[in-house]
Nanobody, 118 residues
Framework: QVQLVESGGGLVQPGGSLRLSCAAS????????MGWYRQAPGKQRELVAS???????NYADSVKGRFTISRDNAKNTMSLQMNSLKPEDTAVYYC????????????WGKGTLVTVSS
């Protein structure tokens, strides 16, 4: 079992910055992928960015150049630095973890709300 806890959400003005964090605990295997997803009201959950245990990253086109994903394997934490925020970034942001060994079950955090508004 893997437990994920997000933090860092809040209200920010357009053009502002915010940093989200995810703390993982439990059965964290050496080969895994973690990522940030978001779900805006009335929309489907979508990938924001992902990062493997080896540090390979992937970003949605909508956030490239603005967001940066990182992780600290020793601490089992993951962060998302969000710059130049836009109103369309408003959503609940979820931390996701998938072990690439064993049954490969997907785990989700409960989410943290990011609101970009003036």
């Amino acid at each position: 079992q893997v437990q994920l806890v997000e933090s860092g959400g809040g209200l920010v003005q357009p053009g502002g910055s915010l940093r989200l964090s995810c703390a993982a605990s439990g059965r964290i295997l050496s080969l895994n992928v973690m990522g940030w997803y978001r779900q805006a009201p009335g929309k489907q959950r979508e990938l924001v960015a992902s990062i493997t245990s080896g540090g390979v990253t992937n970003y949605a086109d909508s956030v490239k150049g603005r967001f940066t994903i990182s992780r600290d394997n020793a601490k089992n934490t993951m962060s998302l630095q969000m710059n130049s925020l836009k109103p369309e970034d408003t959503a609940v942001y979820y931390c996701k973890h998938v072990n690439l060994m064993g049954d490969g079950r997907t785990y989700w955090g409960k989410g943290t709300l990011v609101t970009v508004s003036s």
